[in-house]
């Protein structure tokens, strides 16, 4: 493979490292809010996960995209 494949691949990897992190925070905050995570804690945290977790599902992937564009030139 030569570095450009490297590259790509390793990319590719975090990107998806990123997505998956986002879909666990997604299912914590549903878990949160459901009362069977931390049920101390008031809903406003699973609020906050989930949202936090749709956002970065759908923004990480644009900002990473971005600063490899920036990066290359």
């Keep these: 493979m030569s570095k450009a494949d490297d590259v790509a691949a390793q ?3 975090l990107m998806n490292l990123a997505r998956f992190a986002s879909v666990a925070l997604v299912f914590l905050g549903i878990a949160n809010i ?5 049920p101390e804690a008031k809903p406003f945290l699973g609020y906050a996960l989930f949202f936090l977790g749709v956002g970065g599902f759908y923004g990480l992937p ?4 971005r600063r490899w564009r920036t990066g290359d030139e």
């Design 11 to 13: 990319r590719f990897a």
């Design 34 to 38: 459901a009362g069977k995570l931390l």
């Design 62 to 65: 644009i900002v990473l995209k």
